[in-house]
């Protein structure tokens, strides 16, 4: 059996990181055969692209265009250099005493003339300084973020500058498999680097993104991916942008043909909510959906298996109280077919809470539309603003858990711990998004309670809590 590494394509400290790994069942292996028969000159015809004939020139002038928009980002994490699960929380060093900054580094796509900057969450996890250094005149900015969508792997950076150039975004839904597509970052530190491939899929869900309600629908191309492209542009003949480069997959952690990209459209939706919210406003329907295989649609007795089946609805809910039944294949949103769970993800991202979307289904083979109304992660049809609680004694931000992750965790109350950093919860062995549910026995329903308790804390400390992927578990530990 084969085994494929999926990397998240930033370059830290000289290695490529963030491995995920998955198998193929029964891989293919093509072979090239050389054809006996010479190829008749007289049967080639011209590539074309949007009806304009392909020449070296298309490339050319799509590299001209797209190059100046990519930037070098450069980061510098503390960590500690021995992991003592308990050095932090007693307030100093560690017993060894030892830590030290980490460097890495990727790419980012400019958007705007006055310094808005995309890039993957991934390449400024857990930054402490963020360093964004231009194509044109390698000047060097210090970069702030504006926020960060976990949920999809995006963040927005700014630099105070002005009149920058900046990249025109494209339509993600009109880029077709087969079409040219050029990828232009910063892999191995090499910086403004342009490589060509093609659409190879739309819809690909990787299983990278790490969260609560993952969003995964890339784009995969064979244009040349290696760490450090992570944040960089994929962009069409016309040099627009039609995604970010975000992750390849690999036996050797460098490029081996398979490549991963966010769509633009999705990109657009999250910075435009990070700008006017700082915060995403994502709208949720109550429901969980899952692909049809062959066997399932040889069940439900249709001719094929697109759509996406309904496995649980939520009571009361928006699927609940708009008519939805387990056992529903929705093949439409918004008439936009459906055919995978992933596009199924996409779609509904491109939407926001008190949205009403129209949702086509089969039931018993007949096709009905019905129309629900998004709700927040509250419940409620209102924008969402961004409510973290920042510590910088605990060296974390702390945010109430909302009512849908209650619900579905089946929990009353739980505090949500992100953005760790130096400090006494990075000695906990928590992990980035972990849901607090108590401590010591007391649960919590606002954040600064939980971090007065959790700052005094001593003597027998117990957490309990729940895992970005829902898994449980206990942490016990004696505090001085």
């Given at each position: 059996?084969?085994?494929?590494?999926?990397?998240?394509t930033?370059?830290?400290?000289?290695?490529a990181?963030?491995?995920?790994?998955f198998?193929?069942q029964?891989?293919?292996?093509?072979?090239?055969?050389?054809?006996?028969?010479?190829?008749?000159?007289?049967t080639?015809?011209?590539?074309?692209?949007?009806?304009?004939?392909?020449?070296?020139n298309?490339?050319?002038?799509?590299?001209?265009?797209?190059?100046?928009?990519?930037?070098?980002?450069?980061?510098?994490?503390?960590?500690?250099g021995?992991?003592?699960?308990?050095?932090?929380?007693?307030?100093?060093?560690?017993?060894?005493?030892?830590?030290?900054?980490?460097?890495?580094s990727?790419?980012g796509?400019?958007?705007?003339?006055?310094?808005?900057?995309?890039?993957?969450?991934?390449?400024?996890?857990?930054?402490?300084?963020?360093?964004?250094?231009?194509?044109?005149?390698?000047?060097?900015?210090?970069?702030?973020?504006?926020?960060?969508?976990?949920?999809?792997?995006?963040?927005?950076?700014?630099?105070e500058?002005?009149?920058?150039?900046h990249?025109?975004l494209?339509?993600?839904?009109?880029?077709?498999i087969?079409?040219?597509?050029l990828?232009v970052?910063?892999?191995?530190?090499?910086?403004?680097?342009?490589t060509?491939?093609?659409?190879?899929?739309?819809?690909?869900?990787?299983?990278?993104?790490?969260?609560?309600?993952?969003?995964?629908?890339?784009?995969?191309?064979?244009?040349?991916?290696?760490?450090?492209?992570?944040?960089?542009?994929?962009?069409?003949?016309e040099g627009?942008?039609?995604?970010?480069?975000t992750?390849?997959?690999?036996?050797?952690?460098s490029?081996?043909?398979?490549?991963?990209?966010i769509?633009?459209?999705?990109?657009?939706?999250?910075?435009?909510?990070?700008?006017?919210?700082?915060?995403?406003?994502?709208?949720?329907?109550?429901?969980?959906?899952?692909?049809?295989?062959?066997g399932?649609?040889?069940k439900?007795?249709?001719?094929?298996?697109?759509?996406v089946y309904?496995?649980?609805?939520?009571?009361?809910?928006?699927?609940?109280?708009?008519?939805?039944?387990?056992?529903d294949?929705?093949?439409?949103?918004?008439?936009?077919?459906?055919?995978?769970?992933?596009?199924?993800d996409?779609?509904?991202?491109?939407?926001?809470?008190?949205?009403?979307v129209?949702?086509s289904?089969?039931?018993?083979?007949?096709?009905?539309?019905?129309t629900?109304?998004?709700?927040?992660?509250?419940?409620?049809?209102?924008?969402?603003?961004?409510?973290?609680?920042?510590s910088?004694?605990?060296?974390?931000?702390?945010?109430?858990?909302?009512k849908?992750?209650?619900?579905k965790?089946?929990?009353?109350?739980?505090?949500r711990?992100?953005?760790?950093?130096?400090?006494?919860?990075?000695s906990m062995?928590?992990?980035?998004?972990?849901?607090?549910?108590?401590?010591n026995?007391?649960?919590?329903?606002?954040?600064?309670?939980?971090?007065?308790?959790?700052?005094?804390?001593?003597?027998?400390?117990?957490?309990e809590?729940?895992f970005?992927?829902?898994?449980?578990g206990?942490?016990?530990?004696?505090?001085?």
């Open positions: 059996m084969k085994k494929i590494v999926l990397i998240a930033s370059f830290i400290s000289g290695i990181g963030a491995y995920v790994f198998k193929f029964n891989p293919v292996v093509l072979f090239t055969q050389q054809n006996s028969n010479p190829i008749n000159s007289a080639i015809s011209t590539a074309n692209y949007k009806g304009v004939p392909i020449t070296e298309n490339f050319v002038k799509a590299s001209q265009i797209a190059t100046p928009t990519v930037v070098f980002i450069k980061t510098l994490t503390n960590q500690r021995y992991n003592d699960p308990f050095g932090d929380f007693w307030g100093g060093m560690d017993f060894f005493g030892r830590r030290g900054p980490v460097s890495s990727g790419s796509v400019i958007i705007s003339e006055d310094g808005y900057i995309v890039t993957n969450f991934h390449v400024v996890k857990d930054a402490n300084t963020i360093e964004v250094i231009l194509n044109n005149n390698k000047h060097s900015y210090s970069a702030k973020i504006i926020g960060t969508d976990p949920s999809t792997d995006l963040a927005l950076l700014k630099i500058a002005k009149n920058l150039p990249i025109t494209g339509n993600s839904d009109n880029v077709q087969g079409e040219w597509v990828a970052g910063n892999p191995f530190n090499l910086t403004s680097t342009v060509a491939g093609i659409v190879s899929a739309k819809g690909r869900n990787i299983n990278i993104v790490n969260n609560t309600f993952p969003i995964e629908s890339f784009i995969q191309t064979d244009a040349a991916i290696n760490p450090g492209n992570s944040g960089g542009a994929l962009v069409d003949l627009k942008l039609v995604g970010i480069n992750a390849i997959a690999s036996n050797t952690g490029y081996n043909g398979y490549g991963f990209a769509p633009v459209n999705i990109v657009a939706k999250i910075i435009k909510d990070l700008i006017e919210y700082k915060e995403v406003q994502r709208g949720f329907t109550g429901m969980d959906v899952k692909d049809i295989d062959a399932l649609a040889e439900l007795n249709i001719n094929n298996n697109l759509g309904i496995q649980s609805i939520l009571t009361d809910g928006p699927a609940d109280n708009a008519g939805l039944k387990v056992g294949v929705i093949i439409k949103i918004n008439r936009k077919d459906i055919d995978s769970k992933s596009i199924f996409e779609q509904l991202a491109y939407n926001r809470p008190g949205d009403k129209t949702i289904i089969l039931r018993n083979t007949k096709e009905i539309d019905i629900i109304t998004l709700l927040n992660r509250e419940g409620t049809t209102a924008i969402m603003k961004k409510g973290t609680v920042s910088e004694s605990l060296g974390a931000d702390f945010q109430a858990v909302p849908l992750e209650k619900d965790y089946g929990i009353k109350n739980g505090i711990i992100t953005n760790i950093r130096q400090g006494r919860v990075a062995g928590l992990s980035e998004g972990f849901v607090l549910i108590a401590l026995k007391k649960e919590y329903e606002k954040p600064e309670d939980l971090i007065q308790d959790l700052e005094r804390a001593r003597g027998q400390v117990v957490i809590g729940i970005p992927n829902g898994g449980r206990v942490f016990s530990f004696y505090s001085y």
